[in-house]
């Protein structure tokens, strides 16, 4: 039977090619637990669980993470990617990971493959970071906070990332659209320009890895105080002794990298 049929100047899947895409994902999802219920028959973990995650949870979580399964599982290897969301979700399903931490913006929900798994793992808190080192009192709530920097240059991440447009949805909500000469997906880039009263910028409290803040922070308004930070992995593989164990690890992770944030 003919898999491919031309359209326009393209092509695209027959309505054979289509049931044996159905068919065919059943047939992964029924290997994945397959693996998944041999290797919980294993008495010690082995093999190597790929992991990608976003920046701040790469810095704040995965190291205190690996420190805990390689006490307790010495023989599991690990093969570590930074990777946002965007690119790192298609390549979960490819099979290219095993695991992916990602994020999401309140008002931003992404697209939910039916092949992949959800588990959250916390929320994350979001405030606005003021630049230099000398914020005046906080008398005029949220709001007003944000609108005294209407005129202030920003540091935000890409065009077309989720990051980038509940950002300016939020300015927007506040009344002006933004002035961002500095873009990048490198949140402690973002934080060197606070620091240095070059920008203001929308900082998660896990770009504080558990220390005090560097910069004066305002809390933002209501609606907009949490990105939600989740695990995905692809459906069937949830039960993986592998990935159990990653995520438990992950959970006692955020415990301890808590940051001081008032």
Same mark, same amino acid.
């Given at each position: ?17 289509e ?11 029924? @290997?994945?637990?397959?693996?998944? %219920? ?5 008495t ?10 976003l ?13 805990l $399964?390689?006490?307790r599982?010495?023989? $599991?290897?690990?093969?570590? !990617? ?13 099979? %290219?990971?095993d $695991?992916?931490l ?16 959800q588990?959250? @793992?916390?929320?994350?808190? @979001?405030?606005?970071?003021l ?6 009192? %906080?008398t005029?709530g ?5 609108r ?12 077309g990332?989720?990051?980038?447009r509940?950002?300016?949805? @939020? ?18 880039f ?5 620091e240095q009263?070059?920008a ?11 220390r005090p ?12 105080? !949490?990105?939600?930070?989740?695990t ?17 690890? $992950?959970?006692?992770a ?6 001081a944030?008032?």
């Amino acid at each position: 039977m003919p898999l491919l049929e031309p359209a326009g100047g393209r092509v695209r899947l027959t309505a054979q090619a289509e049931i044996l895409v159905a068919h065919t994902q059943a047939v992964l999802e029924r @290997l994945e637990r397959a693996e998944a %219920d041999i290797a919980a028959s294993l008495t010690d973990l082995t093999g190597t669980l790929r992991i990608a995650s976003l920046q701040t949870a790469a810095l704040a979580l995965i190291p205190a993470a690996l420190g805990l $399964l390689r006490d307790r599982h010495p023989h $599991l290897r690990f093969h570590v !990617t930074q990777s946002e969301p965007e690119r790192s979700l298609p390549a979960l399903q490819a099979r %290219d990971f095993d $695991l992916v931490l990602a994020e999401e913006y309140a008002g931003d929900p992404g697209p939910r493959a039916t092949e992949l798994e959800q588990e959250d @793992l916390f929320d994350d808190a @979001l405030r606005l970071a003021l630049p230099g080192r000398a914020g005046g009192p %906080d008398t005029g709530g949220p709001m007003a906070a944000l609108r005294s920097l209407a005129d202030h240059p920003w540091v935000m991440e890409p065009e077309g990332t989720p990051a980038r447009r509940w950002a300016v949805s @939020l300015c927007r909500d506040a009344g002006f659209e933004p002035d961002v000469p500095f873009e990048t997906t490198d949140l402690l880039f973002h934080l060197r320009l606070v620091e240095q009263g070059l920008a203001a910028a929308f900082l998660p409290d896990l770009v504080w890895s558990g220390r005090p803040p560097a910069v004066p922070l305002r809390q933002l308004p209501r609606g907009w105080r !949490t990105r939600r930070v989740f695990t995905v992995v692809r459906q069937g593989r949830s039960r993986h002794p592998a990935i159990l164990a990653c995520r438990d690890a $992950l959970r006692r992770a955020v415990q301890h990298g808590r940051p001081a944030v008032g």
